[in-house]
């Protein structure tokens, strides 16, 4: 009886220490769930209306975005607050990690970013479509810090990843349906906007049709996550010794890599490939061997996804392959007997009643004078025709207004500037009048259009770092600071036209984002974050015996950060993936710690 008595004592106090544990993890679960499908339309405020290069007006629909982030801020919260009760209650301990360090640094860098901002508005609550503004930045350390407090045995690992894997798997099979033609609008409307902001929300995306983006506004946001949920089934399918649950994982393997080719963003695959080389070169030839059957497996899950992607990938690589050569940029076809050239305008400046062009080959000045045009010059002062070659300039009266238009035709686009009492001004394509400069911008020149237009928004980003060295901007206010009046820029690498009322709202570059919005030393800090992690885990896998699952996991994380840092080059931030990204990393630092303790008891 006495045994039977110890027996009960000891499955409840099990009982209790699974339910604790369980409780502990919901939030995490959560997010690793739940939260990747949530999309809710809102009308928010834009902030923004008084931006010559906002055209959206003081409201604005969002689906993907304001609702995610409202989600966030309430389950970190929560779970800061359950953490608490369990340090106080003495059920967790306070771990000991140098991490900390940055963290902090990152956290209050934010703070400060905030305090200074000039729009406060828009750097506490974000930029219209994105929504990662201060108040979302400060949810990314605690649920860090909550995530590596969190899991605290195998047991969890392996409730985390059959959950992920769940959710997983159904995301899959919505990017296979997107693949097929399905999106968002093909579902119930009731399910994500409410009936009576139908009208106001558009769901029809900046992205190639026919491609996966989950349940992310765009399809780069879903290549740069993927890199995760495949390394860590792929980690799955080596760490599980039953063969059903190995075939079950090398499937879903072989999922997530169709969903990946199928995003059509090269970021994201080079991120994969980097995560695959790091793995080889830290797992070590032994255990390459020791795994060789579940990585026939795998690689067979992969050989079957590129055979059915085949072409998404060619496409992808045939386009990188271009850009890396750096072929000038000259999107104007050359026409023997056209009356103009194509040829690069370097800046275009407006100076009270004169307009500066400034090609490649020679600076053209007009003047204006009583609604004429007084004379048209070259660099040096001589007169040239104006008819030239390089453009052609002409006047006429605007109907409305009354003022006299300056009318410049360059070789694919017509430049308009109202002549304001003797005063010249461009007329924007949304019809505002504003003064040119000349843009400052380092790098990529004849080469911006490297990796979709990023050398171009590279190299206007650059010079920003200069008055951002410790304080940033403000979360999210890039858009802000960005030259939006950049329109030579544009004319060069031919997005004018149809680029002319797009918004360059982030610097598709997670580390110049961070530069520029909260500061080069948060930049700074993250980096040192992510590398304080990734040298702790070489050492720990590197010698690796991978005697129990979570070493698996930790490996699979691990490798899947690396590949991440990478594809952070070519992609943003967004609150649509990064809390995600941060449980996992605290996943992996959790880890971390319980395969140092099992070696050091060993």
């Given amino acids: 009886m006495r045994i039977l008595n110890k027996n009960k004592g000891e499955n409840q106090i099990e009982k209790k220490g699974i339910g604790q544990e369980l409780w502990l993890l919901l939030p995490m679960l959560f997010l690793l769930t739940v939260f990747l499908?949530?999309?809710?339309?809102?009308?928010?405020?834009?902030?923004?209306?008084?931006?010559?290069?906002?055209?959206?007006?003081?409201?604005?629909?969002?689906?993907?975005?304001?609702f995610r982030g409202q989600v966030l801020v309430v389950v970190t919260i929560l779970a800061i607050l359950y953490l608490l009760y369990c340090f106080a209650s003495g059920q967790v301990k306070l771990e000991k990690h140098k991490i900390y360090i940055p963290m902090v640094i990152y956290a209050v860098l934010v703070?400060?970013?905030?305090?200074f901002s000039e729009y406060k508005a828009i750097a506490?609550?974000?930029?219209?479509?994105?929504?990662?503004?201060?108040?979302?930045?400060l949810c990314y350390m605690p649920l860090l810090f909550y995530a590596m407090h969190a899991v605290r045995s195998e047991r969890g690992v392996r409730l985390i990843v059959r959950c992920f894997a769940v959710a997983c798997f159904i995301l899959g099979i919505w990017g296979i349906l997107q693949v097929c033609g399905f999106g968002l609008d093909s579902l119930p409307a009731w399910l994500y906007v409410p009936s009576e902001m139908r009208k106001y929300v558009t769901l029809t995306e900046q992205m190639i049709s026919n491609t996966?983006?989950?349940?992310?506004?765009?399809?780069?946001?879903?290549?740069?996550?993927?890199?995760f949920p495949i390394c860590i089934f792929a980690m799955s399918c080596i760490g599980v010794?039953?063969?059903?649950?190995?075939?079950?994982y090398a499937v879903l393997t072989g999922l997530m890599l169709f969903?990946?080719?199928?995003s059509a963003s090269l970021g994201g695959m080079v991120g994969f490939a980097v995560a695959v080389v790091v793995a080889l070169i830290v797992a070590g030839g032994k255990n390459i061997v020791k795994w060789r059957k579940s990585l026939g497996l795998l690689i067979l899950a992969g050989i079957i996804s590129v055979g059915a992607s085949l072409p998404v990938i060619l496409r992808e690589v045939g386009s990188a392959s271009a850009d890396v050569i750096g072929l000038e940029t000259a999107y104007a076809e050359e026409v023997d007997d056209a009356p103009l050239h194509f040829s690069r305008i370097e800046s275009i400046v407006t100076d009270g009643s004169e307009v500066t062009f400034a090609f490649a080959e020679e600076t053209i000045t007009i003047t204006m004078e009583k609604d004429k045009i007084k004379s048209i010059t070259d660099g040096t002062g001589r007169t040239v025709a104006a008819d030239n070659g390089l453009l052609q300039a002409s006047t006429s009266v605007h109907e409305d207004s009354g003022y006299t238009l300056l009318n410049v035709d360059t070789a694919n686009q017509k430049w308009t500037f109202a002549d304001v009492e003797d005063t010249l001004y461009f007329v924007t394509p949304s019809g505002k009048l504003i003064s040119l400069h000349e843009v400052a911008h380092t790098g990529f020149d004849g080469n911006e259009d490297f990796a979709t237009n990023r050398g171009y928004i590279w190299s206007r980003t650059l010079p920003l770092l200069k008055d951002t060295i410790l304080i940033g901007k403000g979360a999210d206010t890039f858009a802000i600071?960005?030259?939006?009046?950049?329109?030579a820029g544009r004319y060069n690498i031919g997005d004018y036209v149809n680029g002319m009322n797009i918004v360059v709202d982030k610097p598709h570059n997670l580390y110049l984002g961070a530069a520029v919005n909260t500061g080069v030393l948060s930049m700074l800090a993250l980096i040192v974050l992510f590398g304080m992690y990734l040298v702790e885990s070489v050492k720990v896998y590197r010698k690796c015996s991978f005697d129990?699952?979570?070493?698996?996991?930790?490996?699979g994380i691990f490798v899947a950060v690396a590949g991440f840092m990478v594809s952070a080059l070519v992609n943003d931030s967004t609150v649509q993936m990064m809390p995600v990204v941060y449980v996992l990393l605290g996943m992996g630092l959790a880890v971390n710690r319980m395969v140092k303790k099992e070696r050091v008891e060993k």
């Fill in 212 to 227: 996966v983006n989950w349940f992310f506004t765009n399809q780069n946001y879903t290549s740069f996550f993927m890199v």
């Fill in 124 to 137: 506490w609550r974000g930029f219209d479509g994105r929504y990662e503004g201060t108040m979302i930045l």
């Fill in 241 to 248: 010794e039953d063969g059903k649950k190995k075939l079950i």
């Fill in 37 to 66: 499908f949530c999309v809710r339309g809102r009308i928010v405020p834009t902030y923004a209306a008084d931006f010559f290069w906002f055209i959206k007006g003081e409201y604005a629909g969002d689906v993907y975005t304001y």
């Fill in 259 to 262: 969903n990946l080719w199928q």
């Fill in 481 to 487: 600071y960005f030259p939006q009046d950049d329109y």
């Fill in 111 to 115: 703070l400060i970013s905030y305090f």
């Fill in 548 to 555: 129990g699952f979570a070493a698996y996991i930790g490996m």
